[in-house]
């Protein structure tokens, strides 16, 4: 059997692909010294499987500061693909979508945030996360310690 030079380059190309597509980067993020003024380049943070309690949700999580960067507010990425959880958060927490819907249903109300919308969520509240199809938004919560919140 003989193999052409471009099913051969394919063959090449799609190894090289997936071996690169298990290589993240690291988030880029730099912290002035002197300020303590943070600065993180968005479009380089990969969030990491997230566990909703809720068996084959799509959700994704980083936080992008540590507690010693910011003891007081948190901030990170949450991405979240056709799937829903329930959840009460502990904390207050304001989202800003980047890109996609992302619903807050509390009760029998549906809160739609789309693309630039800012939702903020307070403290005690009991709702469910619903993304209809793929969002990508940020969190900033108050506490820092929202994970470590009862």
């Not at 993240?24 to 479009?43: A, F, I, N, Y």
């Not at 990508?136 to 919560?141: A, D, N, S």
């Amino acid at each position: 059997m003989q193999i052409s030079q471009e099913q051969l380059e394919a063959v090449i190309r799609k190894v090289l692909q997936e071996q690169m597509a298990g290589l993240t980067k690291p988030m880029e993020k730099c912290v002035d010294k002197t300020s303590g003024v943070l600065v993180v380049k968005g479009r380089s943070v990969r969030p990491e499987p997230f566990d909703t309690g809720k068996p084959g949700t799509k959700v994704f999580l980083s936080d992008v500061m540590t507690l010693e960067e910011s003891p007081r507010l948190m901030a990170g990425i949450m991405e979240m693909e056709e799937s829903s959880f329930p959840w009460t958060l502990q904390y207050d927490e304001v989202d800003y979508i980047i890109e996609g819907v992302l619903e807050i249903k509390i009760g029998d109300a549906v809160i739609r945030g789309e693309e630039g919308d800012i939702l903020f969520i307070p403290k005690g509240s009991s709702i469910s996360f619903v993304a209809p199809g793929k969002t990508r938004f940020m969190y900033v919560t108050y506490p820092a310690d929202w994970a470590e919140q009862e």
